[in-house]
């Protein structure tokens, strides 16, 4: 899994990187984002974001709960060691 925040907007302006849009990114953390203004990248972002809808799939709320013992361990294990990871 990739953790990054992309957007296009108008098919030319480009934005990928880590960084969230709010204030506290903007001040406390080490995050950095690149734009480009390119119409020919934003095409290419905008097919990019298509094929990873495809390649998607929805998980609803009781497939979610029903998820196994295991996996749920590791996401306890991982919320205890957030603030470090």
Known sequence: MMHAKTIV????WSS???MNFDNRSLAFNDESNIVVWDRA???????TFVDDLRNAREIKLPEFKRRPWAERL???GATAFSRLL
Do not use: C, P, T, W
């Open 16 to 18: 990928i990187g880590s």
């Open 41 to 47: 990248f934003g095409a290419e972002m905008d097919s």
């Open 74 to 76: 590791v996401e306890l």
């Open 9 to 12: 907007a108008d098919g030319i």
